[in-house]
């Protein structure tokens, strides 16, 4: 493990913390956005560049956008649009940009010096991965689509503005 596992490592244990320790919703989320980030370095770095790349395409982008606009659903009105307005100051993201162009640099590097992955770590190519995904783990495949789907429909159902009705009894 080089200076590139540590740094990484770093990077992920403090944006974690920092996704813990945030009073603010929105701050969290941009700090586990880093946090997965990072996490797809390490990935990177011992030798699986596609689930590195899946990291970064499921974790950090798919699913972090359905939790953003979760959130943006929940939080509807003139005052969070203000609230919304107050947390968008450049300010909040200057430290999870710094630690990611830190992230950046160093795969840039990792990359130009066509970084190989230690001699005992056996590289796995996509097509096994989807073999392993549509074969032996095709019921717990299944089961994420649908627990993702009734997530989807949660959100849409807490998110949504209706009016208040009584009950036919208790209207009197």
């Known amino acids: ?15 974690t913390v920092m ?5 603010n919703i929105m701050h969290a989320l941009l700090y586990l956005v880093v946090s997965l980030l990072a996490v797809a370095v390490v990935l990177y770095l011992y ?3 596609f689930i590195a790349a899946l990291e970064v395409i499921v974790y950090a982008g798919a699913i972090m956008v359905l939790l ?14 203000m609230q919304e307005q107050r947390w968008l100051k ?6 999870p940009s710094l630690l990611c162009l ?5 795969l840039v590097f990792l990359i130009s010096q066509n970084h190989q992955p230690p001699s005992e770590i ?11 995904l549509f074969g032996p783990y095709m019921a717990a495949v299944e089961l994420t689509g649908i627990l993702l789907m009734a997530g989807i429909v949660g959100a849409y ?5 209706k009016e208040k009705t009584l009950h036919r009894f208790l209207e009197n």
């Open 90 to 95: 450049p300010r909040i993201w200057i430290f």
């Open 19 to 23: 996704v813990i320790t945030r009073y």
């Open 157 to 161: 159902h807490l998110g949504r503005q």
């Open 1 to 15: 493990m080089g200076p590139a596992f540590y740094i990484a490592a770093a990077i992920a244990v403090i944006a």
């Open 102 to 106: 830190v992230l950046l640099g160093e």
């Open 122 to 132: 056996k590289v796995v190519d996509p097509k096994a991965v989807g073999m392993a």
């Open 68 to 81: 953003i606009f979760f959130v943006m659903m929940l939080n509807l009105g003139k005052e969070s649009a």
């Open 47 to 49: 030798g699986a560049p």
